[in-house]
């Protein structure tokens, strides 16, 4: 339960979700827009950590005292641990067989 | 011997098969047999006329309206109640046939030992006289019309090959067609009479059309069947207008000849006239037409002797004359006649033929002006020569054909045929003359031609040896068949008048105007050709100068010329015109004309499937499914953040949704 001193201190839920959108759409623009593989790898980390900051704060405002937000964030910080070692795992055997991490030199699946 | 008469036909038949088979293994390629076959044939021939002539009865059991006959038969097969068979019939007239046909085939056999000796082909011609012979043996014994058929189609095929026998010889080999394809002319008459008979009577057989022929064929059935049956005759034997083939014949070699004019061919029509004679003498008509071609046969045949050079066509010429003596014969109603004079006939002209043969033998060239005093060289050949010299010009009481010619006259005088009796006459001085030529310019007088008259030489046995047989026989065969065995006692004198057998001849009764007749003729002709080539002896050339329409006439062989034009209207003219027809309006019109309307429906065709069956349908799908892909391959761009923009997109689309944007 959290008293009122506190809560007043608290900054509002309203301005968490504003920066875990802020933070998915960083994420999705740098996802789209960064050449180096490298820089979309570390784009989609911000779109998971946008995830993080909206499940940890709903489950700080909606249902204090419950960990089920937290839990899941963990859980996601776990999922993106696992994703970055395949990205880069990709990344580096493209670069051994294309000698570039470009995104634009690698469409060999174009129709 | 009568009882096996088949064998008479049938051993040369085997025989020419035989020679023709296994002939290059026999010593003398097979010669020997064919002689000796015919020497058989002849001895048994022999003992039937004897038989015949001593005890008819007993060998002829069979009495029919033209005499006794002898008769077996064989069925072959037969059509509805018409028996076909196959059989052998012999009386007085066959009887007599047989021997000349096997007597003069067997001396032409042994004389053509020495005559073909080294020449190409020896045995194989000795097959072909066999055949000949056999062919012509077929006929005489024929008891029906079909068989009778058969040996004179079969006598056709022999006379073909024995005439273009020399078929490297361009001249030999268009003879043998000529001979082959005019004679066809005439039996095509002779089958549809032969048709005519068997429809209209219903049998083919010879003993039964005698017996029946008077009471069921009326004048003018008889008329047709009639002049059909001499159209074969006027082939075969060679009668006006059908006579262009005997001439050219002489390309055959010289035997051959003397076998084609004496005892086969040419004989055949006339025996044919013999066997029919019934028939004949139910028709005046017929009777008229048939004695007035054999008159004017012999008369231009004649005049053609006048001026031939090559001796063989002399003789070519007066064996048409003689045929042309015994149709006449025939067509005054007088078969004994006619069939005697054939049977003389063919002593003496195979003897003349096959002398003319040693002749030419002897100086390798036919042509008489470049022969002349061969008598010294070559006396066999001239005497026996001289022999047939006397029987064709009939030369009064010492030669046969005296005897069957005074026949034929009293026969025609008989018949008050006036104009026919004249023509007989001038053809018997005409013969008289051109034979005496050919005597003078062969035997006698100075050789023209030095060089050929060195080299000449009598003959060989094998040669002389025959000549010196016909040359009995020319000169005895008359005597013997008119007095010792009577010739009237063979073949009754008219048809339908068995018992009337009297002997008529140059003393009957009433016949002293045609022994003068020809006694005139005999003197005339002798004379004639003693002053013209004894004592004036003139020049060929400056004769036929001094004549030049009369030569004309004598030597362009008109009828020829005729029948040049009549093929090439008949059949080169068509012939021209069907090939114009044929290449304007088949070939040019419609083989090309549908030609172009395929080619034309094929343009069509072609520019619909290059157009609208693959232009729009194969290519038009094709292009539709290129287009498409090209326009998603756009979308496959490879590019993964495009792929990713994508997704947002969508992502976006749907969240839009979830919170109401759209509805």
Known sequence: MLNDSVATLMPSLFSYLLVGAALLSLGIFGALSRRNMLGVLIAIELIFNAANINLVAFNRYLHPGQPWGQAFAIFVIALAAAEAVVGLALVLTIYRHFKTVLSEDLNILKG | ?663
Request: glycine letters at 10%; proline letters at 4%.
């Open chain 2, 1 to 663: 011997m009568i009882d096996h008469a088949h064998l008479i036909p049938l051993l040369p038949l085997a025989a020419s098969v035989l020679i023709i088979l296994f002939g290059r293994w026999l010593p003398l390629e097979g010669a020997w047999l064919a002689i000796l076959v015919a020497l058989a044939g002849l001895v048994q021939s022999s003992v039937i006329l004897v038989g015949v002539f001593t005890r008819p009865e007993v060998l002829l059991p069979n009495l029919g309206p033209a005499g006794r006959f002898f008769e077996m038969s064989w069925d072959w097969f037969s059509i509805g109640n018409h028996r076909m068979e196959l059989g052998i019939m012999i009386d007085g007239m066959s009887a007599m046939m047989l021997v000349v046909v096997t007597l003069v085939s067997f001396l032409v056999q042994v004389y053509s030992l020495g005559y073909q000796r080294g020449k190409p082909r020896f045995g194989r011609y000795y097959a072909y006289l066999s055949f000949f012979t056999a062919s012509m043996l077929i006929l005489v014994v024929a008891n029906n019309l079909l068989q009778f058929f058969i040996g004179w189609e079969l006598m056709g095929l022999s006379s073909y090959l024995l005439i273009g026998f020399e078929f490297e010889r361009p001249a030999a080999a268009q003879a043998s067609r000529k001979a082959f394809i005019t004679t066809r002319v005439g039996d095509l008459g002779f089958y549809l009479g032969l048709l005519l008979i068997f429809t209209s009577l219903g049998t083919a057989n010879f003993g039964i059309l005698g017996a029946e022929s008077v009471k069921t064929i009326g004048p003018g059935l008889a008329t047709a069947i009639a002049l059909l049956l001499f159209c074969g005759t006027v082939g075969k034997s060679a009668q006006l207008p059908l006579h262009v083939w005997l001439p050219d014949a002489m390309e055959g070699p010289t035997p051959v000849s003397a076998l084609i004019h004496a005892a086969t061919m040419v004989a055949a029509g006339v025996y044919l006239l013999g066997r029919f004679s019934f028939i004949f003498a139910l028709s005046p008509v017929a009777q008229t037409v048939v004695a007035w071609t054999g008159g004017l046969t012999a008369l231009g045949a004649a005049l053609s002797a006048l001026t031939a050079t090559d001796i063989k066509k002399v003789l070519a010429y007066s064996t048409i004359s003689q045929l042309g003596y015994m149709v006449l014969a025939m067509g005054v109603g007088d078969p004994q006649a006619g069939m005697f004079h054939l049977t003389t006939h063919a002593f003496f002209k195979a003897l003349l033929f096959l002398g003319a043969g040693s002749v030419i033998h002897a100086v390798h060239t036919n042509e008489m002006p470049a022969m002349g005093g061969l008598g010294k060289k070559m006396p066999v050949t001239f005497i026996t020569m001289f022999c047939a010299w006397l029987a064709i010009i009939g030369f009064p009481y010492v030669s046969s054909g005296f005897y069957s010619k005074e026949a034929i006259l009293a026969a025609v005088y008989e018949k008050h045929e006036i104009a026919l009796l004249a023509i007989a006459g001038f053809t018997a001085l005409l013969t008289t003359f051109y034979m005496t030529r050919l005597m003078i310019l062969t035997f006698i007088g100075t050789p023209r031609d030095a060089e050929r008259f060195r080299h000449a030489h009598e003959s060989g046995l094998s040669m002389t040896l025959p000549l010196s047989v016909l040359a009995a026989l020319s000169l005895f065969a008359g005597f013997l068949l008119h007095y010792i065995w009577p010739f009237a006692n063979l073949v009754p004198r008219a048809a339908h008048a068995v018992a009337e057998t009297v002997g008529h001849g140059p003393e009957g009764g009433g016949h002293a105007v045609v022994l003068a007749l020809s006694l005139a003729a005999l003197g005339l002709g002798l004379l004639g050709a003693y002053t013209v080539y004894i004592l004036r002896n003139p020049d060929p050339e400056k004769m036929a100068a001094r004549f030049p329409g009369l030569h004309a006439l004598l030597t362009v062989r008109h009828f020829d010329r005729f029948y040049l034009k009549l093929a090439d209207w008949l059949c080169f003219k068509p012939a021209a015109f069907l090939q114009a027809f044929d290449y304007a309006v088949i070939d040019q019109f419609l083989v090309d004309g549908v030609g172009a309307v395929g080619r034309l429906l094929s343009r069509i065709q072609s520019w619909i499937d290059d157009n609208i069956v693959d232009g729009i349908l194969v290519n038009g799908f094709g292009g539709m499914a290129t287009r498409i892909g090209a326009g998603l391959r756009a979308l496959q761009s490879g590019a993964v953040q495009n792929y990713l923009l994508g997704a947002a997109l969508g992502a976006f689309a749907l969240l839009l949704w979830s919170v109401g944007v759209f509805g």
